[in-house]
């Protein structure tokens, strides 16, 4: 099992998105452009809101994000659904973390709000997904509610994302 350290920061994420984390076969994150935080600042087992575990993560933001140029001309801003798909990260993150085998795959979530934006201006994001409940079966599946705040305003909220660790092999 991997070390079970607090935080985590850049490089031991591109370790985890090459595997080498928790190992052949198991939880990876995606690799950039498409790692959408910097560092898990604290990653816990027990306390967040529902008491069952949590896990924190910073992204810096700075101008020149590949995303800015194309979303949208003359008006950048993060699309939501990268903000959305950290926090999947994050849950399948959490899944390796507490040693569960198998990769990684988001399900669904429940409601999404969104109310406002990631900004060229925003100089840092912070990320929050506290676990309401870990099954583990066949598929290992973890259900947490998660944050989103641009320069320590809550800007984005999300109800029950679900993510699963499957051992079967992509096709």
């Not at 595997?19 to 087992?45: C, H, K, W």
């Not at 950048?76 to 959490?94: E, H, N, R, S």
């Not at 390796?96 to 709000?113: F, I, N, R």
């Not at 259900?143 to 305003?153: N, P, R, T, V």
Request: with cysteine; charged share 25%.
């Amino acid at each position: 099992m991997a070390d079970r350290k607090s935080s985590y920061d850049y490089d031991d994420l591109l370790a985890c998105a090459k595997g080498e984390l928790f190992g052949p076969g198991n939880a990876q994150l995606p690799y950039p452009p498409m790692l959408m935080f910097d560092r898990i600042t604290e990653i816990s087992e027990t306390g967040g809101a529902f008491d069952k575990g949590f896990l924190r993560a910073e992204f810096a933001i700075h101008r020149d994000l590949w995303f800015f140029p194309c979303h949208f001309i003359d008006n950048p801003v993060m699309p939501g659904c990268l903000g959305l798909d950290a926090l999947w990260q994050l849950t399948g993150f959490f899944l390796g973390w507490l040693g569960e085998p198998g990769k990684g795959m988001a399900l669904s979530t429940g409601e999404v709000k969104f109310k406002g934006m990631v900004t060229p201006s925003v100089k840092k994001v912070e990320y929050g997904v506290d676990f309401k409940r870990v099954m583990r079966g066949r598929l290992v599946l973890g259900i947490a509610d998660g944050w989103l705040k641009a320069d320590g305003e809550p800007i984005y909220s999300a109800t029950d994302l679900k993510v699963g660790l499957s051992k079967q092999s992509a096709a």
